[in-house]
């Protein structure tokens, strides 16, 4: 069973920096897309930034210049480095991913995956 694990969550000021991270484990054959998302108390959940297999990435648009994602194929893993954190950031952020497992039959179709997220507190 693929499971993505965040971290790099916590409490920072405004104005200050994160990294958070996420593997994924277990049986990967591929990933596609990897994203981040986000949601802040009492709002949905939004798309925050997606990154393709190619490297190729995009950002909500508010947050663009502010945020960086990048990933780690070899790893599995994908990042989101936040800088000038503002209180509007506080959320829970969750990684999201497209992947193809191993399985005892081959390989599986493409199913998408969802991290238990991170909790990003900024004060002001």
């Known amino acids: 069973q693929v499971q993505l694990v965040e971290s790099g969550g916590g409490l920072v000021q405004a104005g200050g920096s994160l990294r958070l991270s996420c593997t994924a484990s277990a049986g990967i054959f591929s990933i596609n897309d990897m994203n981040w998302y986000r949601q802040a108390p009492g709002k949905q959940r939004e798309l925050v930034a997606t990154?393709?297999?190619?490297?190729?990435?995009s950002y909500a648009a508010l947050l663009k210049g502010r945020f960086t994602i990048s990933r780690d194929s070899a790893k599995n893993s994908v990042y989101l480095q936040m800088s000038s954190l503002q209180v509007e950031d506080t959320a829970v952020y969750y990684c999201?991913?497209?992947?193809?497992?191993?399985?005892?039959?081959?390989?599986?179709?493409?199913?998408?995956?969802w991290g238990k997220g991170t909790l990003v507190t900024v004060s002001p």
């Open positions: 990154i393709t297999s190619g490297g190729s990435s």
């Open positions: 999201n991913a497209d992947i193809r497992t191993f399985y005892s039959g081959g390989v599986s179709r493409v199913m998408n995956y």
